[in-house]
């Protein structure tokens, strides 16, 4: 059984750019959720993504927007890119909207803005 | 809103234990979760608490009360290899809500 993995594992970017990062879930995993952790920080829920639908969004600006694909892969897109977006980029996927069956992390994607 | 408590920093000795506590104020609750996360890596599943009471898995339990607000890790026979973050994370609304993590240095 494989599990999540993300891509690229790290990225520089300039302020104002854009950056897409992608995802794949593990086998059997219809949902897929994104969270932001910056530096000695928790991870922050971005959204969530089930069977293609958003289902689920936290308090991040409308730049930060995503796609679930009907292999169930996903990717999150940042537009204009600031200096406070340079965080690690966790993308998570369970099966079923809900936790209960527990959430499969990646590695994450390190972006960092300058 | 969301509060979500942990202590910055713990040390102890291997083969001792250490207890983490977790304080949560959420608008809602379904869950409990404590995540393990080696420096630049995934965060891995450790345990899930829904109900009051203690689950025991390994070295590892995780207690919860929901009229407190409040759950505990417990950490027996540290090893060199439990050096990490420890994250409790509330679920609610189909979301995890992360404290900020209790880092556990664990010394020879």
């Known amino acids: 059984e494989t599990g999540v993995t993300q891509s690229p594992t790290h990225l520089i970017k300039t302020r104002g750019q854009q950056v897409t990062l992608r995802c794949s879930s593990q086998s059997g995993h219809n949902t897929v959720s994104w969270y932001q952790q910056a530096l000695g920080q928790g991870p922050q829920f971005i959204f969530q993504y089930y069977r293609e639908e958003e289902n689920g969004r936290g308090n991040f600006p409308p730049r930060f927007s995503g796609l679930q694909f009907p292999n169930y892969s996903s990717e999150l897109n940042v537009n204009a890119l600031e200096l406070d977006d340079s965080a690690l980029y966790l993308c998570?996927?369970?099966?079923?909207?809900?936790?209960?069956?527990?959430?499969?992390f990646g590695s994450g994607t390190r972006l960092t803005v300058v | 809103g969301q509060n979500i408590d942990q202590p910055t920093e713990m040390t102890a000795t291997e083969g001792a234990i250490v207890q983490i506590n977790c304080t949560y104020q959420?608008?809602?609750?379904?869950?409990l979760f404590w995540y393990q996360q080696h420096a630049g890596e995934a965060p891995t599943f450790l345990s899930y608490n829904v109900l009051d009471g203690l689950e025991e898995k390994g070295r590892f339990s995780s207690f919860l009360s929901r009229s407190k607000g409040y759950s505990y890790l417990l950490l027996k026979e540290l090893q060199m290899k439990d050096s990490a973050s420890y994250l409790c994370a509330v679920y609610n609304d189909y979301k995890l809500s992360f404290g900020a993590g209790t880092t556990v240095t664990v010394r020879a």
């Open positions: 998570a996927s369970s099966s079923g909207q809900g936790a209960m069956k527990g959430y499969t």
């Open positions: 959420t608008s809602g609750f379904n869950g």
